[in-house]
């Protein structure tokens, strides 16, 4: 059976705080880019009701400090996101939320096992998949809406892969032992 020895504990601990990096540059993206969306689409529907200019200004400044979490469920309520894609989205909400306040607190340098570390690798990829699913639906949807055209397929078939393999990248070898 393979395993970490004990020796390289704290190279481990650099490799899974390494891929938490990783992890928390993709949660920021998602915000970015939910509120980008989330934005434009509430200043869309605004306008498209008649609010003036003033109104639209508002809408937006009133926007500008909401959180992923109330990003997401505005989100979810519209027609393009109320179904699996809101779910994932909701799921990427969580995923960011571990990642960002209680991955890197779980890390003891002195008392880790290194089955521990294991569990932790394979913890952190389940993570990493649904913000990286997540964020592959609104790196999309931004796209679309900068670029008014559909995204390209090459990019939207293997994004959150790519991205999930770049995350995982220090802490790989770990993902297929114990």
């Known amino acids: 059976m393979s395993f970490i020895h004990a020796e390289s504990i704290q190279k481990c601990h650099e490799a899974y705080l390494s891929a938490i990096g990783r992890a928390i ?48 469920r505005r989100l979810a309520s519209t027609p393009e996101f109320a179904n699996e894609r809101g779910r994932a989205l909701a799921k990427g909400r969580e995923a960011r939320n571990w990642l960002a306040h209680e991955a890197a607190t779980v890390v003891d340098e002195q008392h880790d ?8 690798a394979r913890v952190l990829r389940n993570q990493v998949m649904e913000l990286c699913s997540a964020d592959a639906i609104l790196a999309t949807a931004s796209y679309e809406i900068c670029e008014r055209e559909p995204a390209p397929r090459a990019y939207t078939e293997t994004y959150s892969e790519r991205l999930a393999m770049w995350i995982l990248d220090p802490v790989k070898e770990w993902l297929y032992m114990g």
């Open 25 to 72: 540059a993709v949660c920021q993206h998602l915000e970015n880019c939910a509120h980008h969306v989330m934005v434009v689409f509430a200043v869309t529907d605004a306008a498209t009701a008649g609010k003036g200019d003033n109104d639209l200004k508002s809408i937006a400044l009133g926007l500008r400090d909401e959180t992923l979490g109330r990003s997401v």
């Open 113 to 120: 096992a290194p089955n521990e570390m294991i569990e932790r």
